[in-house]
């Protein structure tokens, strides 16, 4: 029905820069809509970034200026570029997808939202000293 793997997660310096990749598959992965989260130690899950059907974006407060979602759909990856990375940005990191709507043109719930999406994958750690 539907898979996703997170990778290009590392250790790195405050100031640097990483890309995440998810690479997904499946029928019903591939028709949602779909977002990065990360869960850093002692913190619950945070939605950072993620796609409308329509190809908006949105992004937390957080992260806005930093991160870039992106899709290569030809491919079906997910990417997450991440620059000018913080101590507080150390998380695992990882790509969900939320199903399309039957009544609108959106996928159903709020992109930020955990509870709105149904397939995850692992995760991908990222470790920023300073």
């Known amino acids: 029905q539907g898979a996703l793997r997170e990778s290009g997660g590392d250790s790195v310096q405050t100031g640097g820069s990483l890309k995440l990749s998810c690479a997904y598959s499946?029928?019903?992965?591939?028709?949602?809509?779909l977002g990065w989260f990360r869960r850093a130690l002692d913190k619950t899950r945070e939605g950072v970034a993620a796609?409308?059907?329509?190809?908006?974006?949105t992004y937390s407060d957080s992260v806005k200026g930093r991160f870039t979602i992106s899709n290569d759909a030809a491919n079906n990856v997910l990417y997450l570029q991440i620059d000018n990375l913080k101590p507080e940005d150390s998380a695992l990191y990882y790509c969900?997808?939320?199903?399309?709507?039957?009544?609108?043109?959106?996928?159903?719930?709020?992109?930020?939202?955990?509870?709105?999406?149904?397939?995850w994958g692992q995760g991908t750690q990222v470790t920023v000293s300073s």
């Open positions: 969900a997808a939320r199903p399309p709507s039957a009544v609108s043109p959106r996928c159903i719930g709020r992109p930020l939202d955990a509870n709105a999406y149904n397939f």
């Open positions: 499946g029928r019903l992965v591939i028709t949602s809509c």
């Open positions: 796609f409308e059907r329509d190809g908006s974006t």
